[in-house]
């Protein structure tokens, strides 16, 4: 027992100091494997534990650097400014050197799912730490575009929201663009309901979105919903 004892250092354990106590394990023939294992077991705990305060304390300091994103890209309709928005190409001018700085890294990856495309956002620390998030989209089909720009622009929506939540980035220009806090998004279902009728009715889909003041599909507005399906069943009304 008293031999056991000294293989560990005296005070709080860290990370360093109790891979020391495991090379001295391992070189004691008395110590079965399963002891060992154990070891290990915490060892790679300690570790985790250690990487995601490094994350987290990374991500203050990333947090007080990040300055607001102008949003530099509008939809007019009529003359009239409808909504605006970053682009991808902006956000990521502004935010990859400060992320390089702080240790983190930003990779995407998409997985299609029925009538939606599954966009997943990860964001990694240098110390092993990383969150991931996703979001469900509809895809945008039909009209001017056709389907691989359909999925291209389904893709950039869905990087543009999700590094604006994972970083919890401000955009300039937030709650002044006429939509404010009730811009909320349709869900992937009702996306996919407006696309189906989209395809059935051969809609203009460039001049529909102009109608509905969105630069794609899926930024239209909940609010809005009824008001695109009305327009769509009126078209569909119109053909019979």
């Known amino acids: 027992m008293t031999e056991e004892k000294s293989l560990v250092p005296q005070g709080a354990p860290s990370t ?19 002891k060992m294992h154990g070891l290990l077991d915490v060892q790679e705990r300690m570790m985790a534990k250690q990487a995601e305060i490094n994350f987290n304390a990374d991500f203050s300091q990333l947090q007080n650097e990040l300055p607001r994103i102008t949003k530099d890209a509008k939809i007019v309709m009529k003359g009239q400014i409808i909504s605006t928005y970053a682009k991808y190409e902006t956000i990521d001018t502004v935010i990859r050197p400060l992320l390089i700085k702080h240790g983190f890294s930003l990779r995407f990856n998409t997985e299609p799912q029925g009538q939606t495309i599954i966009v997943t956002g990860t964001l990694s620390h240098r110390d092993g730490h990383s969150i991931t998030d996703k979001i469900p989209l509809g895809i945008e089909a039909g009209g001017a575009k056709n389907s691989v720009q359909g999925v291209g622009s389904t893709i950039a929506y869905g990087k543009r929201y999700l590094v604006g939540m994972m970083l919890n980035l401000v955009f300039e220009g937030e709650d002044d663009d006429g939509q404010g806090a009730s811009h909320r998004r349709m869900t992937a279902q009702q996306v996919a309901e407006i696309n189906s009728k989209l395809a059935a009715t051969g809609a203009d889909v460039a001049g529909f979105l102009k109608y509905m003041g969105a630069e794609t599909i899926n930024e239209i507005s909940a609010t809005d919903y009824d008001k695109a399906i009305v327009a769509l069943n009126r078209k569909a009304s119109a053909q019979k």
């Open 16 to 34: 360093a100091n109790f891979l020391e106590v495991i090379q001295r394990v391992a070189l004691d023939p008395s110590v079965d494997v399963a």
